[in-house]
């Protein structure tokens, strides 16, 4: 957790293996395997070929004229049970499983160096075994990868330990009787003709071992990544494992210590996640979304205090505020403070002050106010205080524009949710100050005129220059790609309203707390009369005779729920209006042709062929919970749609965001799909 | 020099830029060109093109239906003057010249820290200019490098020093008055729609100039590299130069300062290499090998002593000694203490000492010797002491197999040449017990009875467990791939008997130097000996009925000859009858069919498609200098042939090594082609 590290594998005949800082799996490969009584060896597919290997690893038997030496084990063979923590392959006698333990990561500021150091170790496990129990003789079975860097056999281990690294980075190690080897690949070491194991030009490092005749016998191997020294430029922070470990080998030979305790935490994960009352396919969209936000996460050092990255998948931008919104959840649940420590790097160094104008209308400014940047730099480079890697001035309402008023509306919903759930009455009052400009920088951004607020962001931001914001779905139409007269911010900025009564009424701000409720009536109030009854929905932007029909409008639902507000949401409530014309927005638009697709899938836009997995998932979650939509047979088929579109859509990628018509098209190797997370309330 | 980087660029759409401790060019672009008057931008063709980018670019002309918008420069109109430190191309007013200094590098011993810091300054320097004299209008012209990483723009400058980094890794900076960017690519930084000179998330960073009408505007551009921190495993060295810069942009600024020195040390190599009597093939070879070598070198700081390595090209292997005596001409021209440090730490670290056996009796061990391991390690992974990563044992003469006599010959001879030229008499009595070791040792590789012995290798290293050794020709035949009684490391071994003979002569053990005579003469004899009359020459391999013809029979001849022993090489000398055999055996060998392709070019073996440049080159010098064999017309159409190789048979991968039929087919990007040094003597 937080070592922005992966061992990628899974999809047949794909490159992967172990990488460290990267937005896509790396250009190697995993070797699983035994050899049978002839000495022909067979791999799990875990691994791509060049075309003139092909010819040796045959599938299901001898091309004429070439000896079948090396098999990949057809995918018929195999069965794989991928779990919240474990992902399990097993064929013919082999089993390899990856142990992906995870809990909640202590808060640096109250917990113990030795409860740190258990969370931030740098490692996973991995358990190799083959049942040999036919046979009554012995059979060697093998783990090795392979990536594009050369392999050490470092000092200081002996019979007990054994440990082999790549340039002292990353590793692999076991204290089980095994026989180590560096070669160019598997094959030539099982093979050896020469005398040394570890031939040291090879880029293949591993294990072999032997199963007695009559015994299934079992490996437990350690994978391990370590980076010593600054890890980021803009500024020089560490990874946090470095304060407890020096070098990869301590890394591996504590991950091994260790190891009962991890493999009882993966244990536990896995029982939590089968006794959840959902189908497997939301179980595997949700083991598959964990495991591919881990990957992305970096637990820093900076200068002694902690700082919580979530990288951007393969963007690899750095706490992107509109993935941390969507993680909020997930976060909150595993280990709060990470959101409390992001919300307080937002404010000490990615928040700005703007001006605002009507669109149009440039030459004008008003009074703006606080906002938030998209992120704070991309691949480990921070980008200045104040400014994110990916905002720039002057653009209308395209891709790369700024999102003032939707990073706004992140933080102080991120901040209510991370308030509510707490209860951390210091974090209110020390941004006492930054919750009063959020409210009147929300305010500025409906009108700066009090008598034309209408609830709804309808004015730019100074920093555009003159163009348009966008929203986080910048690669969509207008229809969710445009911030002003949009429903889906307006929806979010209703539920920061929300949040910010709740913050001001505990501090004793009536007065502020007043103005919130106002606004958010207001809102609501804008919203239901948005409503077209010829349509049967609330047009995406109440502007310009638009006449997308968009899911995400209910978005801004899940923040007063998830900060106990339920009259806020009940149908009965204040809102109650709002409540009902959202169930009957969404009831009319999730049909095929408009928000669904043909395979039952959800659509975010009836107008954009671009619907991603963690909007969706969110969506999903509060059509069911909040609204009592009943999914039934459609919430089923679109489930199994969506498991799908990951598993043969986005099959060489890990967890995938964006999807056109089923096929991941971008935001692959993400992290927020954790939205999911919410399922299992 | 010493920085193990390079800027890779010059073959047209082919991929380069700035990397970092590779053995390849960097997956990346150099943009090179000037804006014209329609705002159409023209480039230098030095970056690779997507199929789909291809229609922007439109050589010479508008597509149907598609606006000419980019351009690249077509090959004619391109004239490119290639010379020792610098490369310049010319095209349409625009010039764009690469400025890669180098002189000799102060031994630190006896050297100020100033002289250091200057020496190993990691940077090199660029010109770009634009010749706008015949147009009032001014024009605007540009530099951009693009690699797959982000860009910083760090604090710390000003209007007089901009600067724009990688990862803190690497960076471009300039003095003069120009707009930096950060963009995608030069188009989008050109015609920028947005308000932002730098957006963080491209990866093309580059300056943009403008040349007034009527003026030539010229813009000075460092090119930097810094790896702060650990730079190798196996030892934990850091880069020499972190001893005088803390970071990327004080290298930057420095080499900017101290630009006119550069300047003037690389205009001072480019009229060496003008002023030098060769046509102008050969100073082709020069500079390219030159550029080539030094981008394999690393200047390393091991707990405070200097360690210098030089990187085996695409392999990465570190000091392959049998590299190192190849490129020992070039280093004793430069800096004669790399040489003395690269065979000290072979004798502290990377020496061994074995037994030995008759081929075909591996069991029967006699008393062997010293020697020393093929490299020190592979890739920034220095390999246990004593140990290469090359060499495995139970192979019989195959690749990878032990070198043990071949570098055993290549110690004593780097020793000799090293001694003779410096004179440096601490050396030798330092290293004495070492001399008086490699003398028993080659012996006892002749024969460990000293009655049976011919002064020609013919017992194998228990290392190889009952194979048999290899020479650094580890990709050829038998020829010159088998060590024992072979002519080739016999040359070697009777010139490694006059090194230690000079040596211990100096050292006044008289007794020793007498025995080093008699086993220089027994070689001499037995290489005379072998020469047969009917096929013309020696046979490569005395054993076998071998029929292969060798050019490197003649290698050995270099040793003596640039220790001062002109006796020795002289056709009247004490080794007369030799060196007219190696005369006579040349010339008849050297016609097309036996040791000449087609083109004229050198062909090592007759048997053999596979002929190294560095080796050429090297037996080219011997043959012409030492032999006085008369080159004339063939020897031109040598020198031409040889270089088509590169230009056409290497023009992705820098200078390199091996070719198949002119063909570059292996140690590409390589380092040790300066043995064409020699050819300024």
Known sequence: MGAHS??????????GGMGMELGKPVDGGVYVGYE?????????????MKDDERARYVQGGELEGVKLTERTIPAEAITREYQWATDTFKAEGLTFEIVTPFFSIPDPATSSAQEQKYASCPATLIKVSYDNRKSRKPRRFFFGVRMDGMWTVPFGQDEHFKCLTQRDRLGIATEDDVETFVNFDVPKAMRRSHGNPHFLLGQTAGFIAEAKGGETREL??????????????????????TRYFSNIEEVLHYSLEMAPGYLAEAEARDAELKEAKLNSEQKFLI??????????TEWLDDGGRPRWIVNEGEYLMMNTFDLTVDMLFFEMQFNPWTVRNVLEQFVREYSYYDQVFAPGKPGRLYEGGISFTHDMGVMNAFSPSGRSSYEVSKLDRECFSFMTSEQLANWVCCAGVYYAQTRDDDFLVRHRGILEDCLRSLQHRDNPDPRKRTGIMKFESSFTQGGGEITTYDSLDHSLGQARNNIYLASKCWASYLALELMFTTLGATDKAAECVKSAKLCA???VKGYNKKLGFIPAVLEGGNKSAIIPAIEGLIFPHEMGLKDAVSPKGPYGDLIKTMKLHLENILVKGVCLYDDGGWKL???????WMSKINLCQYIARNILGVKSGRAGALADHAHAEWERNGSEFDACSDQFKSGVAKGSRYYPRIVTNILWMK
Not at 6 to 15: D, E, V
Not at 36 to 48: A, E, N, R, T, Y
Not at 222 to 240: E, I, L, M, N, P
Not at 288 to 294: D, E, I, L, N, V
């Open 36 to 48: 049978d009584d002839k000495g022909v060896l067979h791999f799990l597919p875990m691994f791509s």
């Open 287 to 296: 083991a598959h979304a964990t495991h591919s936000y881990w990957g992305s």
């Open 605 to 611: 836009s009836s107008t954009a062929d671009n619907s």
């Open 6 to 15: 992966s061992l990628t594998c899974g999809m047949h005949g794909a490159r």
């Open 525 to 527: 109030k804008s919203l």
């Open 220 to 241: 437990l191997i350690s994978v391990g990544y370590f980076k010593s020294g600054q890890a980021t430029t803009g500024k020089r922070t560490r990874y946090w494992y």
